[in-house]
């Protein structure tokens, strides 16, 4: 039996996981207590391998010995980080901070195209189909996108197809998902999109039984997004009602950790959905993010005005990254903050890309010869500057913005 071996089974211990709890439970600062479980997580998740025959002594006094250090280690960055000067010590554990891997190149979509269409449905090759009886017009689609390797000089060319997906929740009145309330989910299901569709408020809305109803045409606005903002490789976007299609679940939020309350039938139609529009528009995996990861607050300079889809909708099961993991581009191209109730209502995984934002921007002052501070006032100034001429209509959303 090997000392790494041995290793492995102690560190999935019941004391190793109370040990992690409670080290992480008194450290302050969220972002700071979101470092320390990003270190230990591989220990907690990773090396689960029990050994199957027994362990020599030996092994055991220098497995001991190996999580005093560690211990002994942690002790010390404790002390470190409540310094409030970052030593070289804190420094170098920042830049061990994991950055989010870029997602891999997705596949070609497959060709999805319209089997069939009546005045009620349209069906498509990949088993979806949208049903139309509460369809309704808006304006067309009108924008300008920000060249993002070009100091963000406007693109003088004015686009009219989508470039993304918002995904939402309705945040609906939800009675119980069972047979003897069918009557009643049918009616709560269609007088919400009733609602939608005089507000024209979502392109789309995916009801509990994964019936899927288009409100406002494809091809103009839905107020879905609001004062907004997100970025591709290339491209920034502001106020995506133009920009981007919304589309709702008829569910409501839950905090960030939990699991998302949509049925398997939704699941299903929002997979078939996002394929189709994908294909239909060439949109990229990574320009699909939830309303809360788009969602700013102009007058405060704070993200997360909306918290819908705070960190647990399934990108992996709609067959997408997990774009929740790379730089929020509100936090990395305009420097926007965050509050303790938008840290609240997110879980870990939206972490990631905060945390991500962070270090690139310590990277920039430090290139820039500024303070992090003075680094996140100018791009904030930079967004003042890009977003005034959009005025308050640009920034229009359901929910009243």
């Known amino acids: 039996m090997t000392v790494l071996a041995f290793t492995r089974w102690l560190a999935t211990t019941a004391l190793m996981r109370w040990w992690v709890g409670r080290r992480a439970s008194a450290i302050v600062s969220p972002v700071e207590r979101l470092r320390f ?5 591989v220990t907690l998740n990773d090396l689960r391998a029990r050994p199957a025959v027994p362990v020599p002594y030996w092994v055991v006094l220098v497995s001991g010995a190996a999580i005093g250090v560690s211990l002994l280690g942690v002790a010390t960055w404790r002390s470190t980080k409540s310094s409030p000067v970052a030593g070289p010590a804190q420094a170098a554990e920042l ?6 891997v870029p997602p891999p190149k997705a596949a070609t979509l497959e060709k999805i195209w319209v089997v069939d269409t009546t005045p009620a449905i349209e069906t498509y090759s990949n088993g979806l189909r949208v049903e139309k009886k509460f369809a309704t017009t808006n304006r067309p689609r009108a924008y ?3 060249n993002r390797n ?3 000089d406007i693109s003088l060319t004015i686009r009219n197809q989508p470039a993304g997906i918002v995904f939402h929740t309705t945040e609906s009145h939800l009675t119980e998902f069972t047979p003897a309330n069918n009557r009643t989910l049918r009616r709560y299901g269609e007088s919400l999109i009733g609602y939608v569709r005089d507000q024209k408020a979502y392109n789309y809305v995916i009801d509990r039984f994964g019936r899927v109803f288009r409100v406002v045409e494809e091809n103009e606005v839905a107020f879905h997004a609001g004062h907004s903002t997100w970025a591709d490789d290339r491209w920034v976007y502001l106020n995506l009602n133009d920009s981007f299609i919304g589309v709702a679940f008829e569910t409501q939020t839950v905090k960030g950790d939990e699991n998302p309350r949509i049925t398997s039938g939704q699941m299903v139609a929002g997979r078939l959905l996002t394929d189709m529009l ?3 528009y060439d949109i990229a995996a990574t320009n699909c993010p939830t ?3 788009v969602s700013v607050n102009p007058q405060n300079m704070i993200i997360g005005y909306h918290t819908d889809w705070a960190g647990n909708f399934p990108y992996e099961e709609l067959g ?3 774009n929740y993991a790379p730089a929020s581009p509100a936090v990395l191209i305009f420097g926007f903050a965050y509050d303790p109730s938008f840290m609240a209502s997110t879980g870990a995984r939206m972490w990631k890309g905060l945390l991500a934002a962070e270090d690139q921007i310590r990277e920039q002052a430090k290139q820039n010869g500024r303070s992090v501070a003075e680094q996140k006032a100018a791009l904030r100034e930079r967004y003042k500057k890009l977003s ?6 640009g920034g229009k959303s359901a929910e009243g913005e």
């Open 37 to 41: 479980l990003q270190t230990h997580q």
């Open 95 to 100: 830049a061990r901070v994991e950055k989010p």
């Open 144 to 146: 300008y996108t920000y």
């Open 150 to 152: 070009q100091n963000l």
């Open 278 to 280: 994908r294909a239909k």
């Open 291 to 293: 309303h809360a990861q």
């Open 320 to 322: 997408l990254p997990d």
């Open 388 to 393: 005034a001429p959009l005025g308050e209509h």
